[in-house]
């Protein structure tokens, strides 16, 4: 799978969007790009996933750029439930070996009032 | 629904016991993994399952066994603890293929210090 490199971390006000950049420059052309996060010590949440359309769901956007090298998760209005690890992820959907994910350390993301 | 649910929570243990942590889930998954986090760290995966009968290691397997004899339930095994598997233990689960989106449901995870 393809490596990706996310800021340590990063500050956002409350009610403003809060843009989380990711970096997968090495991504392969049958690779989708995943976002999750993970509030205080729970177990990691979905977001949003996607292959080279941008995609928007409840929750966020995901914007990928046209060589698909890297992306962006928007989070439209931020809130103080919304800071959390987040983690960018890329990986395939169709072999067994796909499923070998591990999670980097991600953006820690604090929004404050 | 439940989800995925892990048993216990919490657990203290002494260097050299057993134990195992249970993951069950109520989905229909093919796909179940178990990951461990470490203070400040990501998840990194310990093992994997693609269905049952079927498991492969992940990233960090040592010292820890699976098995998978229904669909429901992946259970994780520590032969002999040892302290540098305190930790918090994750367990999760998906279709497989190109089933539903790919996602992966999380449990809430299970607390474990080895003294």
């Known amino acids: 799978d393809a490596k990706t490199t996310q800021p340590t971390s990063m500050d956002c006000a409350e009610g403003r969007a809060a843009n989380l950049p990711c970096n997968h420059s090495t991504i392969s052309g049958n690779e989708y790009v995943y976002w999750y996060r993970q509030i205080h010590s729970q177990g990691p949440q979905y977001i949003i996933h996607g292959l080279k359309n941008n995609e928007t769901n409840e929750m966020a956007s995901l914007i990928i750029t046209e060589d698909r090298k890297s992306s962006t998760l928007i989070l439209p209005h931020a809130t103080l439930r919304d800071t959390a690890v987040y983690y960018c992820i890329v990986r395939r959907r169709l072999y067994s070996n796909d499923y070998k994910l591990s999670f980097g350390a991600g953006t820690t993301v604090t929004v404050r009032a | 629904n439940a989800g995925v649910t892990q048993t216990p929570k919490f657990q203290v243990l002494k260097t050299g016991q057993s134990m195992t942590l249970q993951c069950a889930q109520d989905m229909n998954h093919e796909y179940m993994s178990w990951y461990r986090q470490d203070p400040g760290m990501g998840l990194r995966l310990i093992h994997y399952?693609?269905?049952?009968?079927?498991?492969d290691q992940g990233e960090v397997p040592n010292g820890y066994n699976v098995s998978r004899s229904t669909t429901e339930d992946f259970p994780l095994r520590l032969l002999s603890a040892a302290p540098s598997q305190t930790s918090v233990y994750f367990c999760?689960?998906?279709?497989?293929?190109?089933?539903?989106?790919?996602?992966?449901?999380f449990g809430e995870g299970s607390r474990l210090t080895v003294l």
């Open positions: 999760a689960s998906s279709y497989s293929g190109t089933s539903g989106t790919g996602e992966l449901f």
């Open positions: 399952s693609v269905g049952a009968g079927i498991t």
